[in-house]
């Protein structure tokens, strides 16, 4: 029983990387590959960019439900379901030669990436002391988010280089399809490697008591202070990760002729950057007293601010590689900002009490996907729309179109982020330090003292 411990926390460390291997797929696919994906598969930008929605749809999906299962039969039972679709999803996509098997494989992928990270919180919850709980789990969300990274920069520069060509996969342009067989195969041994060892540690009981209740989906809805915060949410969080995941590499190399590879770096940089933020905006919340609509507002802006210089960019065909660059940077602003959910939650579990508060995350984090997915059709739509047949050089008029529709998305955003209330208790800590500082301000000695207290006693 000792040596049980040691296993569950091997299988948690298994779990993250899998976390990681899924942000791979989820980010590289088509962001990434865009082009190459079109010439080979000698098919339109919607069928493209249909590739990342199909996951994305999936993903969200699975996000209203994820949490439930866990809660039902635990984590690792259901990690090692959703890796068995992960790996298998994994080894069928390079192999694929057709669209309806390319989106099959990308709906397996997206059904088992959804268990990796509800799964491995979970765990480490149950298995690491509270005390080390949140040091853990950051390190996990790293882990993970390096997928995103090596998912541009170090998989295009992997494809580029690789003088690898497999006569069954079929491919006509770069490595690519070698390139993903190589992820896959890695993801199936790391896949392999948790199931056997899930198979060391005893079943847990399932909990029959765990159930869905839609009656929290009700209530949850019927409170209209979450509308606000969604639809801020929701749309900050999809007009950054549709650049991130879709397009955002393609434009750059389209538009202002950026060569490919700093293209690919420009997003990998965009995906530390997402990165690192949320641990710094949530430690400088809590340095003004965890205010945080205050940061959202800033986001918003200059989510507003980005989309609409670029929709003017694109609107004069400014289209010099150094204008390209500065576009680079706003995109860089952009993923600084859209790493929220540790301002957003604790407001949502403010808004909704205990016993719907996950819930509302969960809508809230399926919410996310479901954006990105619808973008990334549209923006498909568009691209083949104002492109004459054939061609993987995009319009102007095609970019223009989508940076219109995000400009209109990122208004909304701004608006509705005006809406969204501090938290009760950030209110009841503000007005009760304002209280102390006009009833003695004096005497400051005195009032530091009083602030002091009463800010470490949570009032």
């Known amino acids: ?35 190459l994906l079109q010439n080979d598969l000698h098919t339109t930008a919607q069928s493209v960019a249909d590739l990342g929605s199909y996951f994305m749809y999936i993903y969200a999906a699975s996000q209203l439900v994820i949490g439930v299962l866990i809660a039902r039969y635990g984590g690792f039972r259901v990690v090692t379901f959703g890796s068995i679709l992960f790996f298998v999803g994994s080894l069928l996509f390079p192999f694929s030669q057709t669209l309806p098997l390319l989106y099959f494989s990308r709906v397996l992928i997206g059904l088992g990436s959804a268990t990796f990270y509800l799964g491995m919180i979970n765990e480490t919850r149950r298995i690491v002391p509270k005390k080390n709980f949140g040091v853990i789990l950051s390190l996990i969300l790293l882990v993970g988010y390096l997928g995103g990274i090596v998912a541009n920069a170090p998989l295009v520069v992997m494809i580029k280089n690789l003088n690898w060509h497999l006569p069954m996969l079929g491919s006509e342009s770069a490595c690519w399809r070698e390139s993903f067989l190589i992820v896959a195969i890695a993801t199936t041994i790391l896949s392999l490697a948790f199931i056997i060892i899930k198979c060391i540690i005893p079943k847990r009981p399932v909990d029959k008591t765990v159930h869905l209740d839609l009656e929290l989906f009700k209530e949850t809805f019927k409170n209209k202070k979450n509308y606000s915060l969604y639809a801020f949410a929701c749309f900050n969080y999809g007009l950054y990760y549709v650049v991130q995941t879709v397009w955002g590499k393609k434009f750059l190399e389209d538009f202002f002729s950026i060569p490919e590879i700093n293209s690919a770096i420009v997003l990998s940089v965009m995906g530390a950057l997402y ?19 205050i940061f959202l507002k800033i986001s918003s802006l200059n989510t507003l601010v980005v989309f609409l210089s670029i929709l003017l960019i694109t609107c004069f065909n400014l289209k010099s590689e150094l204008v390209g660059y500065v576009v680079a940077f706003f995109f860089c602003t952009i993923s600084f900002g859209a790493s929220l959910s540790p301002l ?21 984090t399926s919410g996310f996907y479901f954006v990105v997915a619808i973008l990334g059709n549209i923006s498909g739509f568009f691209l083949d729309k104002f492109t004459p047949v054939g061609s993987t050089i995009h319009t102007t008029t095609s970019y223009i179109a989508i940076f219109t529709l995000m400009s209109i998305l990122a208004i909304i955003s701004f608006i509705s982020v005006f809406k969204i209330e501090e938290s009760q208790k950030t209110l009841r800590l503000i007005n009760h330090i304002n209280y102390i500082k006009d009833k003695d301000s004096t005497d400051e000695e005195h009032w530091h003292d ?10």
């Open 1 to 35: 029983m000792k040596k049980l411990p040691i296993v569950e926390i091997i299988l948690v460390i298994l779990g993250s990387v899998l976390y990681f291997a899924a942000n791979i797929q989820r980010v590289a696919v088509p962001g990434a590959v865009f082009d």
């Open 275 to 293: 990165a690192v933020s949320g641990s710094i905006i949530a430690f400088m919340s809590k340095a003004v007293l965890n205010r945080r609509t």
């Open 450 to 459: 009083e602030y002091e207290h009463d800010l470490y006693s949570n009032v």
């Open 344 to 364: 957003l939650v604790p407001l949502l579990h403010d808004y909704n009490g205990s016993r719907v508060a996950n819930t509302s995350v969960s809508i809230m």
